[in-house]
């Protein structure tokens, strides 16, 4: 603890040190508010999954979202929603049926101030010394929509926006747990209970509380409470996620926040779990077959472009038995200029004479596995391969198909990735309105609670890639001033 006592006061309070409780945290400070930070981890750790992120961001250039930032958005904002629901959203917000303001649904005017509001965040956090420039990419073929980044990833964001909130007068209060809100008679938030590492309570009395402790991806527990049975093989991709335990959710739901995100789903990625390195990636599948542990095909392989597939494929990987497949691939692979590009993992495959062998290395049934590669070269036909676009090479009377890059696997020594789901980060969240106020279940606002990056949800179905950390920046951001000027009067 910064000074040693077990009660401080300040105007707002800040949980969580990521892009988002950093934005909240700047904000609140430029704002004038006496501002604390609470931070689980040690000074060294800390920034969650924000410290490890390459910080792509799914835009043109630093004034223009990509083309298809918004439609994803809206396509990924809930499911079958009642139409009279639907239609009463229409109205200005303040004439929403309260029913309506509490439903699990990503509010349209949300997406829409998120997507306004993403050149003006750009522009601030320029102002307060993060660069922007190009990035690189796994894929051989194009991007579907264009990227930017952070230069410096996340890491850079950390280290750049902590030491500006201390200049402004920011306390941060590292290997400090957020536990419980605390309420005062009329329901209004006035501070939380926090914890210490040997489990000392301290309060944090303030007229604020802004929620940026990211979602439950490191609690095993809630993971498979929420995403059912096959949660135990989804492992955090990068050391970051083990710190998000869900307890900022778990307090806004406690007093009453409505849930708002996907639950059930998350930020799925293949990985390679031989891996201790951050966001091992295996993206070379496309070019080879999948089987699972008995040996059998289950999935496409290359339907479309990888980078609107891969979260689907992977996330059909994980309810194989033991959450684990093989990507098999024969020394043709050698042929294709920078394969080794779509591979950020730092073990080399495993590599066998024949795919018996490889099986029983890598623990699958490669009798099988073999006869399923046979079946498979059977289905090729003649054609040109071209892993530099989607070629159109297809299987006949496969099933299931393989829709493009469709050859023989039949050239020794045959290789192999293992690869699992890692969950990036967890959809399931709190229900924010566009002053990134946590909204109630009766759809009135908990006074004084904010929530923002990833412990507000906003996704369902599939994450449009690129968008959580500007998320994290927008609303982050947007909770610090309100909160401010709230504490301030
Ligand atoms: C490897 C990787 C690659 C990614 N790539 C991209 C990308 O290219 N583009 C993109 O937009 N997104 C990407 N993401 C996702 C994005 O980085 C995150 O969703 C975003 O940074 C989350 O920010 P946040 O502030 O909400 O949470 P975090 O950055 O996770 O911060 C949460 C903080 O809260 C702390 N905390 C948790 N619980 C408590 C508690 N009870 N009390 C006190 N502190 C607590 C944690 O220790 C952590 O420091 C990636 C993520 C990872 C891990």
């Not at 829409?112 to 320029?126: E, G, N, Q, R, T």
């Not at 492992?235 to 739901?253: A, C, D, V």
Request: proline content about 6%; some cysteine.
């Amino acid at each position: 603890m910064k000074d040693g006592s077990k009660l401080h006061t300040y105007d707002v309070v800040v949980v969580g040190c990521g892009v988002a409780g950093l934005s909240a945290a700047v904000a609140a400070a430029e704002a004038g508010a006496k501002v604390a930070v609470l931070e689980r981890s040690t000074y060294e750790e800390r920034g969650g999954n924000t410290r490890y992120t390459e910080a792509t961001l799914r835009m043109k250039n630093e004034q223009e979202v990509s083309t298809d930032f918004e439609t994803l958005l809206v396509e990924n904002s809930g499911y079958y929603i009642q139409p009279d629901f639907q239609a009463a959203t229409v109205l200005d917000y303040e004439n929403w049926p309260a029913l309506v303001r509490s439903l699990p649904f990503t509010d349209p005017e949300l997406i829409s101030w998120f997507v306004d509001s993403v050149p003006d965040v750009i522009a601030w956090l320029k102002q307060r010394g993060i660069q922007f420039g190009s990035t690189g990419f796994y894929g051989l073929i194009p991007r579907p929509s264009p990227r930017i980044a952070i230069v410096g990833g996340g890491l850079q964001l950390v280290e750049t926006l902590t030491p500006f909130a201390e200049k402004l007068g920011v306390d941060f209060f590292y290997q400090h747990t957020a536990r419980d809100l605390l309420q005062s008679d009329t329901g209004a938030i006035n501070g939380l209970v926090a914890t210490m590492l040997d489990n000392t309570p301290v309060t944090f009395e303030s007229s604020a509380v802004i929620l940026a402790s990211g979602g439950f991806q490191g609690n095993p527990e809630m993971v498979v409470r929420y995403i059912g049975a096959k949660g135990r093989f989804l492992r955090p991709i990068s050391r970051g996620g083990y710190y998000n335990k869900g307890e900022g959710i778990e307090m806004g739901l406690r007093i009453g926040a409505a849930p708002s995100g996907d639950f059930a789903e998350y930020h799925g990625q293949p990985i390679d779990p031989r891996s201790s390195a951050s966001e091992p990636l295996v993206m070379v599948y496309p070019y080879g077959v999948l089987v699972n542990r008995q040996g059998l095909r289950f999935l496409d392989e290359a339907p479309g472009p990888i980078d609107s597939n891969y979260e689907e494929a992977v996330r059909i990987v994980a309810e194989q038995k033991k959450g684990i497949a093989f990507c098999i691939l024969d020394d043709k692979i050698n042929s294709i200029n920078n394969w080794r590009r779509t591979v950020r993992t730092d073990q080399p495959p495993e590599t066998a004479p024949d795919i018996k062998t490889l099986g029983e290395r890598l623990g699958f049934d490669g009798v099988a596995a073999q006869k399923t590669i046979d079946e498979y070269n059977r289905c090729c036909r003649d054609g040109v391969f071209n892993p530099e676009t989607m070629d159109g090479l297809s299987t006949v009377g496969l099933t299931p198909p393989k829709s493009n890059y469709a050859v023989p696997i039949d050239k020794p020594p045959y290789h192999a990735y293992p690869i699992t789901s890692a969950n990036t980060f967890t959809f399931g969240g709190l229900k924010i309105n566009t002053n990134a106020q946590v909204v109630s279940q009766a759809g009135s606002v908990l006074s004084g609670l904010y929530a923002a990056g990833e412990t507000a949800g906003i996704y369902y179905g599939r994450y449009p890639g690129a968008t959580s950390v500007l998320r994290g920046a927008v609303f982050g951001r947007r909770a610090g001033e309100h909160a401010a000027n709230v504490a301030k009067g």
